[in-house]
């Protein structure tokens, strides 16, 4: 039952990173947009988005349940050590959420309508900001338990090169996924265009921020390098992601929505697992070679089969039930015509 409910975390994680992410890469997307063509985004992505962006959070919120009933520990030290990064993360959630209702839904448009806007930006690129630097510092060894002092304690774990870099990386990669979602949602082909070249700059950036993760990695002594082509299994998923790529930018040219969009859930699965499998089962590595691990770190075995019974019998309700929210505004926008050829 033990790998079940690791199971249940790591796809949650996943589902968060991939429509949650392509949630929060809309908004980032707007940072990057003239304004004359902002109205066209916002229109757009609301429709790309209604259908999940409220059940989007369920992923991050059974992620947390997850963790704080089945393994205590590791909850307890995140929750303390990065309690800051953690907090700004959820006051972004907030704020995100708020906003995007209030300007999508308020029912008097006046001067708040740009407040909302402000606040749905840049709580958009806040939120997976945090969410990286929260993951990096978690498996950076930085996090001392016996630190002493305020900024030793809780400031300097996570206020580095490694962590921010993350942070970015993890930014540019939900503006991609929003923009490949985008594509698939116009069909005149100038406004297609735009969100191609949005997704070339925001891979670009994707690049880039990666790249400077393994720099600022080699320079902390994290072994990030090892944990991606250190094994077998890792090389393969670095490959397969590297593939999927490839076939995401293939399909892209050939204006084929739902192979865009599979190939870049497979980009990002397999990214995933290159990434974690590495110093799997250890998901905190803490100052001094200590580490957290989901395999010893975990509840009374009692608690494990109860957690584990309860995601099984949930996900009997959960997942149907998101199929069909996204079945039903599909049938909902079927009729709408965001751009007109």
Same mark, same amino acid.
């Given at each position: 039952?033990?790998?079940?409910?690791?199971?249940?975390?790591?796809?949650?994680?996943?589902?968060?990173?991939?429509?949650?992410?392509?949630?929060?890469?809309?908004?980032?997307?707007?940072?990057?947009?003239?304004?004359?063509?902002?109205?066209?985004?916002?229109?757009?992505?609301?429709?790309?988005?209604?259908?999940?962006?409220?059940?989007?959070?369920?992923?991050?919120?059974?992620?947390?349940?997850?963790?704080?009933?089945?393994?205590?520990?590791?909850?307890?030290?995140?929750?303390?050590?990065?309690?800051?990064?953690?907090?700004?993360?959820?006051?972004?959630?907030?704020?995100?959420?708020?906003?995007?209702?209030?300007?999508?839904?308020?029912?008097?448009?006046?001067?708040?309508?740009?407040?909302?806007?402000?606040?749905?930006?840049?709580?958009s690129f806040i939120t997976?900001?945090?969410?990286?630097?929260?993951?990096?510092?978690?498996? $950076?060894?930085?996090?001392?338990?016996?630190?002493?002092?305020?900024?030793?304690?809780?400031?300097?774990?996570?206020?580095?090169?490694?962590?921010?870099?993350?942070?970015?990386?993890?930014?540019?990669?939900?503006?991609?996924?929003?923009?490949?979602?985008?594509?698939?949602e116009v069909s005149h082909?100038?406004?297609?265009?735009?969100?191609?070249?949005?997704?070339?700059?925001?891979?670009?950036?994707?690049?880039?921020?990666?790249?400077?993760?393994?720099?600022a990695a080699r320079a902390?002594?994290?072994?990030?390098?090892?944990?991606?082509?250190?094994?077998?299994?890792?090389?393969?998923?670095?490959?397969? $992601?590297?593939?999927?790529?490839?076939?995401?930018?293939?399909?892209?040219?050939?204006?084929?929505?739902?192979?865009?969009?599979?190939?870049?859930?497979?980009?990002?699965?397999?990214?995933?697992?290159?990434?974690?499998?590495?110093?799997?089962?250890?998901?905190?590595?803490?100052?001094?070679?200590? $580490?957290?691990?989901?395999?010893?770190?975990?509840?009374?075995?009692?608690?494990?089969?109860?957690?584990?019974?309860?995601?099984?019998?949930?996900?009997?309700?959960?997942?149907?039930?998101?199929?069909?929210?996204?079945?039903?505004?599909?049938?909902?926008?079927?009729?709408?015509?965001?751009?007109?050829?």
């Amino acid at each position: 039952m033990l790998y079940i409910v690791i199971a249940f975390l790591w796809l949650a994680i996943l589902f968060y990173l991939v429509l949650g992410g392509a949630d929060f890469g809309a908004g980032i997307l707007e940072i990057f947009t003239p304004a004359t063509n902002k109205e066209d985004l916002r229109r757009t992505a609301y429709i790309a988005i209604g259908p999940i962006w409220e059940a989007n959070h369920m992923w991050i919120i059974i992620a947390v349940v997850i963790v704080f009933v089945g393994f205590p520990e590791i909850y307890s030290m995140i929750s303390i050590s990065l309690h800051i990064p953690v907090l700004i993360m959820l006051l972004g959630i907030i704020a995100r959420g708020t906003a995007f209702t209030f300007r999508n839904y308020d029912a008097i448009n006046d001067k708040m309508q740009a407040v909302y806007t402000r606040i749905y930006i840049y709580s958009s690129f806040i939120t997976p900001f945090f969410i990286g630097i929260i993951a990096a510092t978690a498996v $950076s060894g930085r996090i001392d338990p016996k630190a002493q002092g305020f900024l030793q304690a809780y400031i300097f774990d996570w206020l580095d090169w490694y962590p921010v870099s993350v942070g970015l990386f993890t930014v540019f990669l939900c503006a991609f996924l929003a923009a490949i979602f985008l594509i698939g949602e116009v069909s005149h082909k100038p406004s297609r265009q735009a969100y191609v070249q949005k997704a070339r700059l925001m891979n670009l950036g994707l690049i880039i921020f990666m790249l400077l993760s393994f720099r600022a990695a080699r320079a902390d002594n994290i072994p990030m390098f090892k944990w991606v082509f250190g094994s077998t299994l890792s090389i393969v998923a670095v490959v397969i $992601s590297f593939v999927a790529w490839i076939f995401t930018w293939y399909q892209i040219a050939n204006n084929n929505v739902r192979l865009t969009r599979l190939w870049a859930g497979i980009m990002i699965l397999t990214l995933l697992i290159a990434i974690t499998y590495g110093h799997f089962p250890d998901v905190v590595l803490l100052k001094g070679g200590m $580490s957290l691990s989901l395999l010893s770190g975990q509840a009374p075995e009692a608690t494990i089969n109860a957690l584990g019974s309860a995601l099984l019998t949930g996900g009997l309700f959960i997942i149907p039930s998101l199929f069909y929210l996204i079945y039903s505004f599909g049938q909902k926008n079927k009729s709408i015509s965001v751009h007109k050829s």
